[in-house]
RNA sequence: GCCCCCAUGGUGUAACGGUUAGCACGCGAGAUUUUCAAUCUCGUAGCGCGAGUUCGACUCUCGCUGGGGGUACCA
C-alpha cells in the first residue's frame, strides 16, 4: 500500500487536514507500506518557504514521518505539459477558447448537459468527456455513486498559458508515484469523476479511492480560527501532548469498538481501518480532547513529564514541582500558572489576600502555623510538615481550612495551587518561613 | 440552477431486521476533601419528518426537510 498526503502549504497544518494526514499515515505504517508528500505549491500567493516548513514541523510534532523527497507539484510541470501534449495528439483533449460565459451560455441552450467544444487551435486544453454512460465512483467509506458522463464539462487541463490545472496534476503525480491509495477530503468526492476520466485518457489504473467526512466548528460551520485551536500549532502551543493530539484525531470519524477510547500509535496502526470510518461530518470538540489529554498527562511517566514541561516552559529544575502538580492539569499550559509562583515568588491577588491574608483570625491561624513549623525538626518532609500543622488544627480548634487557605496565599499569593503540604516541603523550610514572615509583616 | 454526499442525545460514536438503543465527553446531583483538580456513585439527554416493504424497522425502499460538497483557464 502506497498512500500520498497531500498538503496545500497555504497556512498552518489545520486539524482536519492533519487528521488526513494522520489516517494516510496510520494505513501506510499499519500495511507496512509508504507515505509520500505531495505539495501543492502552485498557489504563488501563499505556498511560501515558511509556510511549506510550517507543515513540516507540524508532521514532525505529531511524529508522522514520510518517505523519500516531498514531490512539489510546481516543479514537475514539464511532466505534466509532456502529458498535455501526449492527449492532444491522440485526440483526446482539444484546445478552446471558451471561457465561464461560453460554457454557461452552452448549457443553457442544451438542458444542462456538460459543455463541448470544437477545436480552436488554441485557448485552455480541455479534455473530452463522453456523452454516454456514467463514472462509477468506487470509495472504501461511501460505497459507489455513478455520475453521468454528459452531465461533466470537458475538462480544462491546462490554461491557455500551457500551465497544467490541478486535476491533471495530481492525477500525473499520483500515478507516476505508483499510489495506490488515495485517503483525502471529501471536498474532493465530486472532483473524482474528472480524476477517473484523466486516469482513463491515460489508460493507467486509478487508485482505491477513500474521502473523508469533513470537519466542522462546533456552530457545524467549516471549523476556523474563530473556533479556537485551529491548527496543530495551535494544539502544540495550547500545551496538548502529540499522543493526545493523535489519539483524539485518530477517534474524530472512527471507532475501532462500542467503547475503547484509548489508543497508542502502535495499537492504531494494527487496528485502524477505513472501513470503519464513518461518513458522517465530525465536530472538533475540544473539551473531549482536553480530558483525553489530561488522562495521558495523569499516566505519564514523571521524568518524561518534566521533559515536555521544560521544553515547554522554557525553564528547569521542574521535577518536584512536577511531581506535586501531575494530577492537577489537563495541558502543559496549566503548569506555569499553578507552579510557577514556588520560582518567581507568589503572585499578588489582592482579592485573596483581603480574603485570607488580613482578617485577624487569618493572621493569628498564620502565625500559629509559623510557629509550629518553625518549631518543626528535620527532615521536612510533606509527611512531617502535615502532621504538625493538623496538630495546629487540632489544638487550635479551627477548621482545617481556616489555616490551610491563609498559608497558601502566603506561600503562593494564590487561593489554588497544590496540596499545601507538598508545597510547604517543597519550598523549603527557609524559604517557607520567610514567605510567611514577608505576609505577616505586610 | 444542476450534480453528488450525509442524517442516532449538546458533542464523538455503537447497533448492521427482533437489545430496556450501548460507550465516551459534556452537563446535573452526591461521596471524598486543605484550595483547585483528580477519583468514585447516581442521574440527564437521542434514532429529523412522512409514506411504504415486513410478523417486526435506527437498520431496507421512496419522498420531504435539513446540512455539507462540487459545479473555475483555484487547489
Do not use: C
Request: hydrophobic content about 40%; proline content about 5%; charged content about 25%.
Amino acid at each position: 500500500m502506497r498512500v500520498r498526503f497531500p498538503p496545500s502549504p497555504t497556512g498552518a497544518l489545520h486539524i482536519g487536514n492533519a487528521r488526513t494526514a494522520l489516517y494516510n499515515w496510520l494505513l501506510a505504517r499499519g500495511s507496512g507500506g509508504q507515505m509520500v508528500l505531495r505539495i501543492e505549491d502552485t498557489d504563488r500567493e501563499r505556498s511560501t518557504p515558511e509556510n511549506v516548513q510550517l507543515i513540516f514541523d507540524s508532521l514532525n510534532w505529531l511524529g508522522l514521518d514520510w518517505d523519500g523527497e516531498p514531490i512539489y507539484q510546481s516543479q514537475n510541470v514539464a511532466r505534466h505539459s509532456a502529458v498535455v501534449q501526449q492527449l492532444l495528439d491522440s485526440g483526446q483533449a482539444y484546445r478552446s477558447t471558451a471561457g465561464p460565459d461560453e460554457v454557461r451560455a452552452f448549457k443553457a441552450e442544451h438542458d444542462n448537459r456538460g459543455f463541448r467544444g470544437v477545436d480552436e487551435g488554441e485557448g485552455a486544453v480541455r479534455l473530452r468527456m463522453p456523452d454516454e454512460g456514467v463514472t462509477v465512483v468506487r470509495d472504501i467509506i461511501r460505497g459507489e455513486s455513478a455520475f453521468e458522463n454528459a452531465l461533466q464539462d470537458d475538462l480544462v487541463i491546462a490554461r491557455a498559458d500551457g500551465t497544467p490545472v490541478y486535476h491533471l496534476a495530481v492525477v500525473v503525480d499520483d500515478h507516476d508515484a505508483g499510489i495506490t491509495h488515495v485517503v483525502r477530503g471529501a471536498d474532493h468526492y465530486s472532483n473524482t469523476p474528472k480524476h477517473l476520466r484523466i486516469y482513463e485518457a491515460l489508460g493507467a489504473e486509478p487508485p482505491t479511492y477513500a474521502h473523508l467526512p469533513l470537519l466542522h466548528g462546533p456552530d457545524g460551520k467549516k471549523l476556523s480560527k474563530r473556533h479556537g485551536a485551529a491548527s496543530v500549532q495551535d494544539l502544540s502551543a495550547a500545551g496538548y501532548l502529540r499522543e493526545a493530539v493523535i489519539n483524539y484525531l485518530a477517534l474524530l470519524g472512527w471507532g475501532y469498538d462500542e467503547s475503547t477510547t484509548f489508543f497508542t500509535v502502535e495499537e492504531l496502526q494494527r487496528l485502524f481501518s477505513l472501513e470503519r470510518v464513518s461518513k458522517n461530518p465530525a465536530v472538533f470538540d475540544e473539551q473531549k480532547l482536553r480530558w483525553i489529554n489530561g488522562r495521558y498527562v495523569r499516566e505519564m511517566d514523571l521524568d518524561e513529564l518534566t521533559g515536555r514541561l521544560e521544553a515547554f516552559t522554557g525553564r528547569t529544575g521542574l521535577r518536584d514541582a512536577v511531581a506535586i502538580t501531575q494530577e492537577k492539569i489537563s495541558t502543559l499550559s496549566e503548569f506555569w500558572p499553578l507552579a510557577g509562583s514556588f520560582f518567581d515568588g507568589p503572585t499578588d491577588d489582592p482579592k485573596a489576600r483581603e480574603r485570607f491574608l488580613e482578617p485577624r483570625e487569618s493572621r493569628e491561624a498564620l502565625a500559629d502555623a509559623r510557629a509550629a513549623l518553625e518549631a518543626l525538626p528535620a527532615p521536612w518532609t510533606a509527611a512531617n510538615v502535615e502532621e504538625a500543622l493538623r496538630a495546629v488544627v487540632e489544638r487550635t480548634g479551627r477548621k482545617p481550612k481556616q489555616i490551610f487557605q491563609p498559608l497558601r496565599v502566603a506561600l503562593t499569593g494564590t487561593t489554588v495551587s497544590p496540596g499545601i503540604f507538598e508545597s510547604v516541603a517543597l519550598l523549603g523550610r527557609d524559604e517557607t518561613l520567610a514567605r510567611v514572615g514577608r505576609a505577616l509583616e505586610a
